[in-house]
Nanobody
Framework: QVRLVESGGGSVQTGGSLRLSCVAS????????MGWFRQAPGKEREGVAR???????TYADSVKGRFTIYQDIPKNTLYLQMDSLKPEDTAMYYC????????????????????WGQGTQVTVSS
């Protein structure tokens, strides 16, 4: 089992920045892929970015050039640096992890993940 706890959400104005963190605990040695997803009210959950352990990174087109995903493996922490935020980035952001296998979907896909955090709210005002 892997437990994920997100933090770092908040309210910012358009053009602002936030850094989300996700601390993993438990059987973290099994994780091969971690990702960030978001869900706005009335919309489906969408993949934002994902990173394979020691390997590839993928971003959704809507955040390319503005968001950066990275991880501190010794600290079992995943980050999402979000810059140039827009009102359409407003959503609940979730951290997810996959055990045993890397992620291969060209766009982060929720079906690939085994564990999820509770989410952290990001609100961007115009």
């Amino acid at each position: 089992q892997v437990r994920l706890v997100e933090s770092g959400g908040g309210s910012v104005q358009t053009g602002g920045s936030l850094r989300l963190s996700c601390v993993a605990s438990g059987d973290t040695y099994t994780t091969r892929c971690m990702g960030w997803f978001r869900q706005a009210p009335g919309k489906e959950r969408e993949g934002v970015a994902r990173i394979n352990k020691y390997a590839s990174i993928t971003y959704a087109d809507s955040v390319k050039g503005r968001f950066t995903i990275y991880q501190d493996i010794p600290k079992n922490t995943l980050y999402l640096q979000m810059d140039s935020l827009k009102p359409e980035d407003t959503a609940m952001y979730y951290c997810a992890a996959r055990s045993g296998k890397y992620c291969y979907a060209p766009i982060p896909s929720a079906d690939e993940y085994d564990y999820w955090g509770q989410g952290t709210q990001v609100t961007v005002s115009s």
